[in-house]
T-cell receptor, first 112, second 113 residues
Framework: QKEVEQDPGPLSVPEGAIVSLNCTYSNSAFQYFMWYRQYSRKGPELLMYTYSSGNKEDGRFTAQVDKSSKYISLFIRDSQPSDSATYLC????????????FGSGTQLTVLP | DGGITQSPKYLFRKEGQNVTLSCEQNLNHDAMYWYRQDPGQGLRLIYY???????QKGDIAEGYSVSREKKESFPLTVTSAQKNPTAFYLC????????????FGPGTRLTVL
């Protein structure tokens, strides 16, 4: 079993839809949670960074962390064709270790 | 312009040859990382370095080598011992204190012919 599981998709939605992307994980020691967006043939860019449980909102994006269920989500409101990309969840332990553990990514297409 | 640069963007190699991928950053970040990405898989850590002249193996270090002689540079050598080197290679960097967000370069796509 992988430490971080992410539905690979592909996921297609119409423009304006609310998108929900999810990851589950097995290591309860993970404390920091991130979502990266990766356009085709490009490097990932950080979208959201959260610590421990709770919600964080940034524009059309909301990240949720439920540590009791070992489940994190990224919601995209009013999705746009420019949101079409692969979304990667990542997480790491607390302390000095900075290594990230990534999910396999979900490929999202927003249709105009 | 601050950021991370990787070169070349595309690289072709014959079997049995070593090849070195370049990664440079001008963000004054202490830590640097190399990841490998294969289709349908997440990023897997090859090597990382938290300070100059020091580096540690990641999850899939076999067949790879690195050096960290300067803070700005962290080249990765893919050796002939790497059984399946065709992949997309990503370099990242981060601060060691405060927000330790990892910033990624544009990647190098290596194809072994």
């Amino acid at each position: 079993q992988k430490e971080v599981e992410q539905d690979p998709g592909p996921l297609s939605v119409p423009e304006g839809a609310i998108v929900s992307l999810n990851c589950t994980y097995s290591n309860s020691a993970f404390q920091y949670f991130m979502w990266y967006r990766q356009y085709s043939r490009k490097g990932p860019e950080l979208l959201m960074y959260t610590y421990s449980s709770g919600n964080k909102e940034d524009g059309r994006f909301t990240a949720q962390v439920d540590k009791s269920s070992k489940y994190i989500s990224l919601f995209i409101r009013d999705s746009q064709p420019s949101d079409s990309a692969t979304y990667l969840c990542a997480m790491r332990l607390s302390g000095s270790a900075r290594q990230l553990t990534f999910g396999s990514g979900t490929q999202l297409t927003v249709l105009p | 312009d601050g950021g991370i640069t990787q070169s070349p963007k595309y690289l072709f190699r014959k079997e049995g040859q070593n090849v070195t991928l370049s990664c440079e950053q001008n963000l004054n970040h202490d830590a640097m990382y190399w990841y490998r990405q294969d289709p349908g898989q997440g990023l897997r850590l090859i090597y990382y370095s938290q300070i100059v002249n020091d580096f540690q193996k990641g999850d899939i270090a076999e067949g790879y080598s690195v050096s960290r002689e300067k803070k700005e540079s962290f080249p990765l050598t893919v050796t002939s011992a790497q059984k399946n080197p065709t992949a997309f290679y990503l370099c990242a960097s981060s601060m060691e204190t405060g927000t330790d967000t990892q910033y990624f370069g544009p990647g190098t796509r290596l194809t072994v012919l």
